[in-house]
């Protein structure tokens, strides 16, 4: 791109404010930043009073990026308005699910498949929070050792649900510490009012295997994300990819035990070595160390720690890997991949 | 055993107050019920006040079933005080971890192996919560089929550890509660104050990824209970153990994510019908259905849900399994093994 370019972050939730923070903080050269979403207002990020524009495709006349902030489990509004503002001469990189898994589209983790962008048609796609961490974390060995087989279990933040995910995490919690002040622990009543209508049960102190709707084989939407995707980014159908995916009550950043199996054999020495070597992870290479969610919160990196093998199986082993699900899990996933949009 | 036994439960912290409770709902054959603990006292129990008497070797005369409490984590009580209450004629059942894997001594789950209560020498060990609950839900798999691997990731309540534990979560909680009280969810300050004693960082809306201190492999020792546990019980070394055990925000009922391969051909329908017909097992026939830990805290069984085959690999599935850690996976386990007894 050969020109300072005009961007604009399509939606506000969750995600949206991360992009914005992400543009700013990584001074990310735009000659005019917009934001649209449904209705225009003004709204206060960090201290900064931004006004947001009702979304028209006329809107997208002179954009040259647009991040399409949009939402998990639900169409995002790339789908009404991708077209619109690609017509108009717009890049659009889509957070939402919707086109991930379009043969013309790239679904891009600039650590480990940046190339494809090149090949974009107008619209780039950014994966699922639960994939990119993953695959950051598994690229260097993708690399070195092809991987046979992933069993993936995730431990996942109410925001990745948005906004009002984890305004539900804090009402609950709140109605519950309120309910129980100067209770004995034996006497508390660990249970909130009203049906909740964004998870399949309360939240607060309690963990729910189920994300997104259930599809093939009875695998939820997330789960199947995490094997379609990461077939997609590391152009590679052949590994043998399962996954149980769990809402615990965490508002940002999403935990993951992976366990992987190699291809060409490989010692606990050559996992270790790559993981060094990889672009975007912060590794922990005492095997008893490891990053948690809170401390994750607002970093960029992929943390991986807890490095083992399985005692019974060679070429086996565990990692534990966290992320902060709304910057390197989406935000500033996006914005990294316009990053490389302008030096194209 | 061919009398009423008197009874006497060993510590009365968290397991303790539960083995009461367990003991009292099942209307447990007792001719005297007794408490030892640190400290002689008086407690109250759903409503029952309770004499403690202070712990001392001749406490154990004329006792015949002694119920150790236990702690996972620290020596157990019954490591002074077993022996003297073996020799003056007791059965000891021990919910602590230091005998578990002595050849001599039993380690029973009745659903499972109640046959090996036969061989005891004074001393039973109950197992470790987590592998209490796997090995429940696995056991008539691993009967028609024979597992090849089990890969474990654990969701692990705080009560696990003891009171203490929970309180801190609820300290946690009520204070980060109390501290935010009214404040938009932007604005959150999720930081407890002080540094835990209890866990490697704070727990409430975070996850911990480390339980129990480190060992062989630079697994956890509740990571290693699992696997040698489950070998002892089973008493098939062949199956291919691995673990990640995580501790979650949760304050009652552990959840397991379980992948596991038969060795034997098996499809989904036989899998579900060996969970069917499971002991001790509430099985959710339809795969899209679970428990979550708020629903199965002061319940007896193991629930089993979420039964899904691996789409890329043969005879190899997931289930999610829950269960009140402090009933069956300690208390209630116990009790059962002296039910056992009073009727051989």
Redesign the interface.
Known sequence: MNKIPNVVVVGIGAVG?EMIRCLKQRKFPFAKLSIFARTARDTDIDGDTYSIQAIDPKGFEGIDIALFAGTEGEKGAAVTYADEAIKRGAVVIDNGADFRLKDEVPLVVPEVNKESIRGHKGLIANPNCTTIQMVVALAQIQKRFKLE?I?L?S?QATSGAG?KA??RL?DE??EI??AN?GKN??A?D??ASGDSDIF???IA??????IGG?S????TSEELKT?DETHKIFADPSI???S?C?R????TSH?E?V?FKTKKDASLEDISRALKESEGVVFYED??S?A????AEGKDEVFV??L??????KS?F?L?CVSDNLRKGAALNAVQIAENLLVL
Chains 1, 2 share one sequence.
Do not use: M
């Open positions: 404010v087989q069993i279990t431990f906004k984890s305004q804090w919690t709140s510490a309120e002040r622990l034996d508390l660990k249970n399949a049960g309360q102190f309690n963990v729910i295997p189920k259930f093939r084989d009875n695998y094997v043998k990819i399962t149980t769990v615990v009550p965490v508002f935990c035990a366990y095997s008893q490891f948690l969610p809170l401390e720690g807890r083992r093998r399985d005692s019974f199986n086996s565990w534990w």
